[in-house]
Nanobody, 126 residues
Framework: QVQPVESGGGSVQPGGSLRLSCLVSGWMYSRYCMAWFREGPGKVREEVAGIDSDGRTRYADSVKGRFTISQGNAKNTLYLQMSNLKPEDTAVYYC????????????????????WGEGTQVTVSS
């Protein structure tokens, strides 16, 4: 059974950094897309960043230049390095995975991802 599990959330001051990790147990697909989404207070779930099995990446405009998505050597791990964090980055961050899909020029849609973690809270506040 495929199950993503996030870790690494926490509280940080503006300008600080955090690294989120996601371990996707039971992952056996060679072609896929994995992504980070977030859901802020009173907001809908939105894309943060995605990566596919060919190494293509995409980022939401709001995080470009500050966040970096990557995978470990084991392709069932996903990371999000977050730098220069802002209060508006406060949200629950979710790891998602989808087999047989790829990064395109289109924004990532949460409804197209099959597997989800339970989320990890990131709070940016002074």
């Amino acid at each position: 059974q495929v199950q993503p599990v996030e870790s690494g959330g926490g509280s940080v001051q503006p300008g600080g950094s955090l690294r989120l990790s996601c371990l996707v147990s039971g992952w056996m697909y060679s072609r896929y897309c994995m992504a980070w989404f977030r859901e802020g207070p009173g907001k809908v779930r939105e894309e943060v960043a995605g990566i596919d099995s060919d190494g293509r990446t995409r980022y939401a405009d709001s995080v470009k230049g500050r966040f970096t998505i990557s995978q470990g050597n084991a392709k069932n791990t996903l990371y999000l390095q977050m730098s220069n964090l802002k209060p508006e980055d406060t949200a629950v961050y979710y790891c998602a995975a989808n087999p047989y899909s790829a990064i395109t020029a289109e924004p990532l849609r949460p409804d197209l991802f099959l597997y989800w973690g339970e989320g990890t809270q990131v709070t940016v506040s002074s």
